[in-house]
């Protein structure tokens, strides 16, 4: 799981492959947003779920927030090889966005 | 739809030498702008934000300082360098009226030695 972690986490996987990463917020927000920053680029936004959402799907990708355990999840479906990139959770908290430390998904072809 | 252009590219300079980063955003008036920091292999740490032409807001104390000239430009600047100072440089924009999400620049590589 991000937050509270030092490191970058890490995972391999095969194409095809389903995955789940984890991510543990640390203040009351009602906005978690997940991004993918592959090599050498910026980051960009994948999707955004709200505290009064549970679940939001886009694509392969499925985003839950749980309020009670302060946690969010990013599922990907049938991975590809495109996937590969650090993926990190963030929540807003008055104009500031504190990211996560971020999972590093490498999916092998 | 928006455009964030980041100038340089790429920089490696010494320690103790100035550094001046730009940023310019198109396609969107009076935006939130943002300056991220990432560490190699780390996550990104928000430095300063700006609502509004002239404001801008410090959120970590890295012996940097941001000020925002024009409604499209964000500038990043520094008179004396230190070698923690390497990193990747992100500037980003944000809506205003409630979309939260953040469209970055492709960033600034620096190198500080």
């Excluded at chain 2, 008179?79 to 990747?88: A, C, D, I, V």
Aim: proline share 3%; with cysteine; net charge neutral.
């Amino acid at each position: 799981s991000q937050w509270g972690e030092e490191n970058l986490q890490a995972l391999s996987i095969q194409e095809g492959e389903d995955v789940t990463m984890n991510c543990s917020y640390k203040t009351y927000t009602t906005v978690v947003q997940w991004y993918r920053q592959k090599s050498g680029k910026g980051p960009a936004q994948l999707i955004l779920i709200r505290s009064n959402e549970r679940e939001k799907r886009s694509g392969r990708l499925r985003a839950t927030l749980d309020t009670s355990s302060q946690s969010s999840s990013l599922s990907i479906t049938g991975t590809l090889a495109t996937d590969t990139a650090v993926y990190f959770c963030a929540e807003t908290n008055y104009n500031v966005l504190y990211f996560g430390s971020g999972t590093k998904l490498t999916v092998e072809p | 739809a928006q455009t964030i252009h980041q100038w340089p590219v790429a920089e490696i300079k010494a320690v103790g030498s100035p550094l001046s980063l730009g940023c310019t955003i198109k396609g969107k008036s009076s935006p939130n702008l943002y300056w991220y920091w990432q560490a190699t292999g780390g996550t990104l740490q928000q430095l300063f934000y700006s609502i509004t032409v002239g404001q801008v807001e410090s959120v970590v104390q890295l012996n940097l300082s941001a000020s925002r000239p024009k409604d499209d430009q964000f500038i990043l600047s520094t008179e004396k360098l230190l070698l923690s100072h390497s990193g990747f440089y992100l500037c980003a924009s944000a809506g205003t009226g409630g979309d939260e999400r953040l469209f970055f620049g492709h960033g600034t590589k620096l190198s500080v030695l």
